[in-house]
Nanobody
């Protein structure tokens, strides 16, 4: 059974930082590209970042480029999202996903975590 479990969310002031982690099990992690998506209350899920299988290629939404960094550790089956210079508009539930292979649309991803809440106060 595939499981993706996110951690690291919380409440932070604008300008602060958070690091999200996603631990994967039940799949051959190194063959999957991984992605982070977010969904704010009342809005559709949106792409945040993706990373290829080796970690050598990444892509970001324009809204987070230069502030967020996605990385992975294939020895620990984890993918992380370092979020700096956070803004109130970054407030959302953040979810990791496996698959996609560079896609920015949610339905290209095969497996999803439950998500972790990130709240940025002004």
């Amino acid at each position: 059974q595939v499981q993706l479990v996110e951690s690291g969310g919380g409440l932070v002031q604008a300008g602060g930082s958070l690091r999200l982690s996603c631990a994967a099990s039940g799949l051959t992690f190194s063959v999957y590209a991984m992605g982070w998506f977010r969904q704010a209350s009342g809005k559709e899920r949106e792409f945040v970042a993706t990373i290829n299988q080796s970690g050598g290629w990444t892509s970001y939404a324009d809204s987070v480029k230069g502030r967020f960094t996605i990385s992975r550790d294939n020895t620990k089956n984890t993918v992380s999202l370092q979020m700096n210079s956070l803004k109130p508009e970054d407030t959302a539930v953040y979810s990791c996903a496996a698959g996609g292979w560079g896609a920015v649309v949610p339905n290209e991803y095969h497996y999803w975590g439950q998500g972790t809440q990130v709240t940025v106060s002004s």
